[in-house]
């Protein structure tokens, strides 16, 4: 047990997700709990993480939940280790939430992108079909989050666009999608900034420089392609030809970095899979079990193409995971550093009232916000 590198989870705490300031003591062994001397309250090790008032062992769960993850069918889980369905679908909730909370304080975080390629996919449920968008960094290979709902509309392209918005810098950025026209409106419509005015109402959003849209547009014939239409929505030619030269090897537009996300996606959830019955039966399933995979694709999963030369060691090749291409981390995580991770809340800010702060006011924020 280390206090150092712990923090206070409780949100009414000024030294809430804070580490290293000499304000967690151990308060007990066995279990191990921790005690923050700020607010005196004591909390369990593994306290916002995935195994939070989980009694089962950490090995048990790590090996369950690997599997759900890379697309082992969840009735050979539980003939396996003679788990119930319920618990095994309990544990796969739990590790989607836990891992779209590592996505948001992680992945969401502002970064020059380069080139995103976005897609939809069609899943089907039972009694009903939704639809599952994504986005890909391509440089980098990072999976930088999906949306599931009911209808292809313009609304689930715009909350996907949304989380991209999230992890983009304002620097030129080029979008490559397919035929689908909500993309258009969307990318103009989050990607803008406000001009302030100094005056009362709304201020005057503009749109964001260098932003090019590309679209692949592709013909079938008894489920053949039989033709491909590229098509540049916004940006000039040399704008998208430079971006491509930088982000993939070649200069043709395309949208098959995405596309082999997909086929990542389909091999390892089992109601992506086409002509299966393994039907997902509610959207939350789903949702969880996309941020699963998702998460386990950036941070534990080798990729193929991002891997360097050696150099120190001898080793011919150095493997990369997506995660750490883009600079997140520096080794590939194993499950269990994926389960037990800990994401601290925001930083405490002293509450807004009249009048002049208190002395105790003004020294927990000289003490905790700076």
């Not at 939704?130 to 949306?147: D, E, N, S």
């Not at 990369?320 to 389960?339: I, K, N, V």
């Not at 002395?359 to 003490?367: F, G, N």
Request: include cysteine.
């Amino acid at each position: 047990m280390n206090p150092q590198i712990e923090f206070c989870p409780n949100v009414d705490c000024p030294a809430r997700g804070q580490n290293g300031k000499g304000n967690i003591i151990i308060h007990s062994r066995q279990p191990e709990r921790y005690k923050c001397k700020v607010c005196g309250k004591t909390f369990t090790a593994t306290k916002g993480t995935m195994l939070y008032r989980l009694h089962k062992s950490l090995d048990v769960v790590k090996i369950v939940i690997t599997l759900l993850a890379y697309g082992c069918p969840q009735q050979a889980i539980e003939a396996a280790f003679g788990l119930d369905e319920r618990t095994v679908a309990d544990w796969q909730h739990r590790a989607g939430q836990h891992c779209e909370q590592v996505h948001q304080h992680l992945v969401e975080c502002p970064r020059e992108l380069g080139q995103v390629q976005a897609d939809e996919l069609r899943v089907k449920q039972q009694g009903q079909v939704v639809w599952m968008a994504m986005a890909l960094q391509v440089p980098t290979r990072l999976w930088l989050g999906g949306t599931v709902a009911k209808q292809r509309s313009f609304e689930l392209i715009k909350s996907l666009m949304e989380k991209v918005r999230a992890s983009a810098l304002c620097r030129p950025l080029l979008f490559c999608t397919d035929g689908f026209s909500a993309y258009f409106r969307a990318i103009q419509e989050v990607f803008r900034e406000a001009v302030p005015t100094g005056q009362a109402g709304r201020p005057h959003l503009r749109p964001w420089d260098n932003l090019c849209i590309a679209q692949v547009v592709k013909q079938y014939a008894r489920r053949r392609v039989i033709g491909i239409t590229r098509r540049i929505l916004q940006g000039t030619a040399e704008q998208i030809q430079t971006i491509l030269r930088s982000t993939q090897k070649s200069e043709t537009i395309n949208t098959a970095y995405v596309e082999r996300l997909n086929a990542t996606f389909r091999s390892r959830l089992a109601s992506l899979i086409r002509r299966g019955r393994s039907l997902a039966r509610q959207t939350l399933t789903l949702y969880h079990g996309m941020y699963l995979i998702g998460t386990v694709y950036n941070f534990c999963t080798y990729h193929k193409s991002l891997r360097i030369p050696g150099i120190v060691g001898g080793h011919k090749w150095l493997p990369r995971t997506p995660a750490m291409a883009t600079g997140l981390t520096d080794h590939c995580w194993t499950m269990e550093e994926l389960l037990l991770f800990r994401v601290p809340p925001s930083r405490w800010s002293p509450p807004k009232k009249r009048g002049r702060p208190s002395t105790l006011t003004k020294s927990l924020a000289a003490q905790w916000c700076s």
